[in-house]
């Protein structure tokens, strides 16, 4: 229960239903001094109207930091470097914003010389885990409250109900039937009337991108061009990351690029349903194993690809700051030195066709796929090299026989 001698929290503060309670509450059960931590990450609400209402419930001091910059840089960059996702279908917008959430926080805790940092995700879900590993990996003396793990809410209502009481502006965005996470990576939907599984999203949930029934008649075509694995230039315009990656969610959601609706497993147990939109990140990784696919030696890509499942999973799972992602960065970041190159797509109604690659460190060549004889590859090579991988075969099956 309520731990006494709490000073100062820092809470990640989002505006929506759950943080705002949680302000008012962690003022009223601790007795202490909040400070409201807002992240744009891309969530494209009105931050200035978001300052006001967190003062509007009781925060002593709100903190606003645009970090779109960095949330794509250090932290979607390298997943993107690695084709991180998740069971094959998630590409860990939420994941990779969690962390940099929590560093910043503790940065803030720091400077503001609070004693504890505070979260608004319930004790059912990955964020949890999320913000909590990490605090933890960046500050072990932190303490850290967590409402929806100690209030007596049970339900919506009930914290709509003391929202009410306790005079906390509450806005429409909060009837939605299911919960709703965004930033510059992606929307993601769960909850609610997603929970049965069966049930198909209405149409009118989608935030970013259109269906491909509703996508245009005709094809768009876009180049990009990487560096070191990471995308630097869109149609030859070079662009920061957050740049590139908002564009990329133009052009990709206006031709239905993105939508994702699967059943995952949460790290706690649960499977759940979740419907997302990641349109720009979808292309972005399409490209990108393009420009891999002439650029990378074929055992790198081949040992890298086996990691994928195992890095995504320390992702999803919250451990973005521990020695094994330090290690698995790393690894997957030497994997990069060389893919250095431009992909074409096509995107059309819902699909994104690679119809073209090149680079000045291709490692494919023509002479040596053709089927004229040359020097390097000599055909008459190909048969003992058959012979010897077939010879264990061979054994096998006289073994067989003998028996
Ligand atoms: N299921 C996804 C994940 O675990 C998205 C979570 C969205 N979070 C939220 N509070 N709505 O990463």
Redesign the pocket.
Known sequence: MAEKGINKVVLAYSGGLDTSVALSWLRETYGCKVIAFIADIGQNEPLDRLKDKALATGAQKVYIEDLREEFVREYVFPAFRANAIYEGNYLLG??LARPLIAKRQIEIAKREKADAVSHG?TGK???QVRFELSYMALNPDIKIIVPWREWNFKSRTSLIKYAKKKGIPLSVTQDKPY???RNLLHV?F?GGILENPWTEPPEDMFKITVSPEDAPDKSVYMEIKFENGDPVALNGRKMSPAELLSSLNKIAGRHGLGRVDMV?N?YVGIK?R?VYETPGGTVWRIAHKAVESITMDREVMHIRDSLIPKYSELI?YGYWFSPEMQLMQKIMDEAQVNVWGTARLKLYKGNCIVVGRRSHRSLYHRDLATFEEDEVYRHKDAEGFIRLNALRLKIQTKLKEAM
């Open positions: 939420t994941a995700a879900g990955n964020d919960s709703i996470d993601s769960e995952e949460r759940s979740g999803y």
